[in-house]
């Protein structure tokens, strides 16, 4: 991680500028298409838990400009697997934008041309060798051992994630945020943002998320991290230097893209379909159907990029969230100022709409916070969210450009 | 699997009768309560897949009385980790009853005062281990090389399932079955003796399955199975006289565990709390919650009675399944003659209602077959349709009381 901007640089071929706290940089593009990373810099953080992390770094982006008034910032804070980078290319030559580029730009529902939209890569992101993310974690080298922290790593929550973006925010000198929205993980992060620091988010937008992780969705987070801790090359979390655990890492990452996605997607994309012509599944243990060979391929490229222990750690912030960490819902919420607005999606398998959203809804009601909702249609399940997010443009612009309190 | 007769014996502490092909013994005791586990014998049996196996072995039980006109016999099939204990207890003293005895017995919705009812281990049963289990599949020893199978056992489908049944049928000089009722995996077994002997099923009862496994379902499969061949234990399948891949296979059995569930269940059992009071899972990356801590030791004491390999070939015979094996699933229905009860269960999350159940009805009814549809309300997900099965009792009594065609 240490070599995290050089790794930029040579990734890609475009400046980078790191901020470092009490020094603001310039951002000199406005967002043309061509996404410059950047790198926020913390010398020491202090996690909700009381461990004191040195030398904290977190990647982040912006699209569009920040006004003299520096009141019309967004943030967008990003999902399990996801990053910082929410739209525009690295390079003109980019195969594939940002995750939500159709809804971040200039005219789109979050128009660049009006708001100054920024994303940051998470503490202990999942994907800690992606050239293009700058992140710290259990893959850190921990300066005071010249090693990658390993286990040694403390436990971090969402609110954590939350209180890094903050010190950014501060940093930038902006005051209140015009919003702040993300989608599943991102969604927690961004209710949770409006729960701690009311005072400096002016709207909300959860997407495919909840104000809570239930019993249900703890059990199967333990379920996506169990086969990473199953592969001897795991070794207790100590694998730096050694062989990675690629097998456990990849199964796990093929958890998950089922688990986000739907039957009527898996039926539709895949039927029955073999994944080799002429090899029958029913002829031999090992010939597989398409589906079995899509979620291979598709983790173990995933795999590459990803880091087993970033894994591990992001399960338990997911296992650990309740909105305002009271351990009272209610507690948690009636703190919240801001406008919230719920982007459930329909037949979401991980977020269910009728465990998470639709209770969150009537709680939010009760407690005289102001709450709309609307649900995002597809056949995609949970990732509906990110893939269908454009389904929901309107009602986000509208929500978006209308007054705050 | 050799010592099974004796293992049984030693268990049950009652007489075990084995029937073989040819040689039709006598089951003694009318159902009173105390089930005696029998074993049907077949020298050589060859799979749909053209493989001969020799000397296979299952194990079953009945329950009631076969009439002189052997025209009173029900079939139950079981599920993916069960076994044919679906009534009674082995020993007056023994703590738990089979799966269904609350359906199965004198005066219930199969009545063993009318019916004869019976229930056999299937091929490859999960539980290998368990002695009052019978089975053949990669655990038992290969005779014609001294050793255990492991993966040189062939590939079975649930058609082999159902003809080594219907071999233990032909020897008991039963001409038609009554019915054949089953859950889950045994929905599939059900619907297939239909599909396969329409002249020798009058009535078929799925429950919580369908005439398919559909794409996303084989996706789980996979997933279920995929820790399994993580475990570096599990080496391949040859582990026999080695230690068990027993960490991968109690994760395949925690994944099997919670799929089959709900979050409601989950919500109602567990909520949010700690695995261990005063471990505060957010203070260490070892602390848990409840749900957590209830899977592992779920799955733990079941892992102990399986077999890995024989888990990874209930996967494929799953994996594999449409009814009648054509790979058309109207050209499967078609076939059919005897009038059909679906049992869904509402909030299944395994055979989902609207992917499995819902579409079978409208099929079945445009081919003209008779079909009826209750669902089984609960929320314990796919398990409402063991646990809660009585709350069709009704619909079930009446429908198999009702002149065949």
Same sequence: chains 1, 2.
Avoid at 162 to 167: G, L, R
Avoid at 263 to 278: D, I
Avoid at 322 to 338: Q, S, Y
């Amino acid at each position: 991680m240490r070599q995290g901007t050089n790794r930029i640089r040579r990734a890609i071929g475009a400046a980078v500028i790191t901020f470092t706290i009490g020094g603001l940089g310039t951002n000199a593009a406005a967002f043309d298409g061509v996404v410059e990373k950047m790198v926020f810099e913390l010398p020491s953080y202090t996690t909700v838990g009381g461990e004191t992390i040195a030398n904290v770094r977190i990647g982040w982006e912006s699209y569009g400009t920040l006004n003299e008034a520096r009141d019309n910032a967004i943030l967008i804070t990003h999902f399990f697997s996801g990053t910082s980078h929410a739209a525009g290319r690295y390079r003109d030559d980019d195969p594939k934008p940002g995750y939500w580029d159709r809804i971040i730009g200039s005219g789109q529902a979050i128009d660049t041309d009006r708001y100054y939209v920024l994303s940051t890569d998470t503490l202990v992101n999942l994907n800690a060798n992606d050239p293009t993310v700058v992140t710290t974690g259990p893959a850190t080298i921990n300066p005071g051992t010249g090693r990658p922290y390993g286990l040694d790593f403390p436990v971090v929550l969402i609110r954590d994630f939350v209180n890094v973006q903050k010190a950014l925010i501060d940093t930038l000198g902006i005051r209140r945020l015009h919003a702040v929205i993300g989608a599943s993980m991102g969604a927690l992060q961004a209710i949770d943002w409006a729960a701690a620091y009311p005072d400096r988010v002016a709207r909300v937008v959860p997407v495919i998320g909840g104000a809570v992780v239930d019993a249900f969705l703890i059990g199967w987070l333990d379920r996506w991290a169990a086969p990473i801790r199953i592969d001897p090359n795991w070794n207790g979390g100590d694998y730096y230097g050694g062989p990675r655990p690629l097998a456990g890492l990849t199964e796990a990452l093929k958890m998950v893209t089922l688990h986000a996605r739907h039957w009527r997607w898996a039926t539709r994309t895949f039927g029955r379909q073999w994944a080799v012509s002429g090899a029958d599944p029913r002829d031999a243990l090992d010939n597989r159907y398409a589906i079995e060979a899509w979620l291979d391929q598709a983790a173990r490229a995933r795999a590459e990029l990803a880091d087993a222990n970033h894994f591990l750690y992001l399960v338990k912030a997911n296992q650990t969230f309740i909105v305002g960490n009271h351990g009272d819902l209610d507690a948690g919420l009636a703190t919240i100022d801001a406008p919230v607005l719920l982007l459930p999606a329909l037949d979401d398998l991980v977020f269910y709409p009728e465990a998470h959203a639709e209770p969150l809804r009537e709680r939010l009601s009760r407690l005289g916070v102001s709450v709309e909702f609307t649900a995002i249609a597809g056949d995609l399940g949970h990732v509906n969210g990110i893939a269908h997010i454009d389904r929901v443009e309107d009602r986000l612009a509208a929500f978006l450009a209308r007054p705050g309190l």
